[in-house]
């Protein structure tokens, strides 16, 4: 399981030209599911997102949590984190899980960081999404529940 972590000041995400969701100040999470993914992967997953110390404390030192500092996540799926692009021009998805298996891990990710007490907003997984966002920083980090 993939995560791309974006720290913003705001982001929102639009399908078919309407707002679905926004964020304030916080993680946009960019949420990559593959084959083979376990439940070890997916507790991996939320406890990095939870406990991950990006955000400036007083010192401007990178510190503090999203919940040390009140802030919301934005949970986007993206199958294309699974690419490979080893072979061609053309990226392979093949190790991308399947799209029921997928959605069952994205929605159990999201139960997980809210059972935690996270604000968690979500895309429309399998929609063709618009994602706006001001990184903040920018500060962009790749977690990878396998390495």
Do not use: W
């Not at 083979?36 to 990006?54: A, P």
């Not at 999203?66 to 986007?76: H, R």
Request: some cysteine; proline content about 3%; charged content about 30%.
């Amino acid at each position: 399981m993939k995560a791309v972590i974006q720290r913003v000041s705001e982001a929102k995400v639009e399908v078919r030209e309407h707002v679905c969701s926004q964020i304030g100040k916080g993680l946009l999470i960019l949420l990559g599911i593959e084959k083979g993914d376990t439940d070890t992967d997916l507790d991996y997953l939320v406890k990095k997102v939870s406990q991950v110390r990006i955000f400036d404390d007083d010192q401007r030192k990178m510190n503090l949590s999203v919940p040390d500092i009140g802030g919301e996540l934005l949970v986007i799926s993206q199958f294309t984190l699974s690419a490979d692009c080893r072979k061609g021009n053309r990226p392979s998805f093949d190790n991308a899980e399947e799209p029921v298996k997928a959605k069952e891990r994205y929605d159990q990710f999201i139960r997980q960081l809210r059972s935690s007490g996270m604000q968690v907003h979500t895309g429309e997984f399998g929609s063709r999404m618009r994602v706006h966002l001001i990184n903040d920083g920018p500060v962009t980090i790749l977690l990878d529940s396998r390495k």
